[in-house]
């Protein structure tokens, strides 16, 4: 039986795959047998002289019972801040219409601001607050046009 070991550093793929590795007590040589490459290229792995293939990768991970994402990313490298996890929560309570919308407006904004990247133009300056009105001002409408006036009469 073996325990889980949570580190609050980030890891490199190297360091993730000697704690799976240890977590197992396993050998380098079982590691090997377990993906069927050589020990030494384990060896190369663990001390962060090489990478492994995709193929490689693929099998470790499912040595590891891991998935490849968590080998190779660190916990939030991948995906959204906080502040937008909660903005796509709320997204998943919109009919699939609505869905659309926010998918081609994201799509919209990724495309800008990779041509913004390429261009090397400059990120625009954050857009000001809406200015609050003063209280007890009111909006004055527009005079009606002189015929729609007449008319009325």
Known sequence: MHTATFVLCPMSLSARLIQLRRERDWTQQD??????????????YEAGAAQPSLEGLKKLAVAFSRSTDW????????????????????????????????RAVLEGLVLKHISRKWSGAPAPAPAPPLAAKPAGTTTRAKPASRRATAAAR
């Open 31 to 44: 590691v090997a047998e377990q993906v069927g490459l050589h020990v030494n290229q384990i060896k190369r």
């Open 71 to 102: 080998l190779l990313f660190e916990d939030a490298e991948r995906g959204p801040d906080e502040e937008l996890r909660l903005q796509f929560e709320a997204v998943n309570q919109l009919n699939s219409e609505e869905k659309e919308v926010a």
